[in-house]
Structure formats: C-alpha cells, structure tokens
C-alpha cells in the first residue's frame, strides 16, 4: 500500500433537534466543498441556551480527507 497524507480540519454544527443532526449537518456541509472525507470523530458536544432553555445542539468533529496526488 502506498502512503497517504490526511489533513484534519475542526468543524462545529448545530441543529434545533439533536447531537446526531448537528454532527451530520457539519458533514453533509463540509461534503459540499471538501472531497474525499475519510473519518469523522465527535469531540465535543454542547448546548446553546436562552432562558434556561435548550435553543440548539452543537457537535464539535474533528473531520479528516486525504491530500490529493501530485501529478
């Protein structure tokens, strides 16, 4: 096998719903302009609050993809 070099990035997202629908937000968002995501690893998860209330779920990943090869 040859070797291979992955950049990790930190990205955070948030839904009103859950922890699992912020996390995939941040994936499906970071899909859209990065190419050939590898692993995704959740290393943190918070709440926004307002009022004492739970307003959104934030999940923090750290999100890997490979360098492209040189040509």
Known sequence: MAESV?????IVGTSSDSWE????????RAAETL???RVAE???????LKDGKVEAYRTKL???FKFEDRE
């Open 21 to 28: 629908k912020a996390a995939k937000a941040a994936v499906e």
């Open 6 to 10: 992955y950049k990790v990035i930190e």
């Open 42 to 48: 959740v290393v943190e998860q918070d709440l926004q």
């Open 35 to 37: 190419r050939d995501l």
């Open 62 to 64: 750290k999100i890997s």
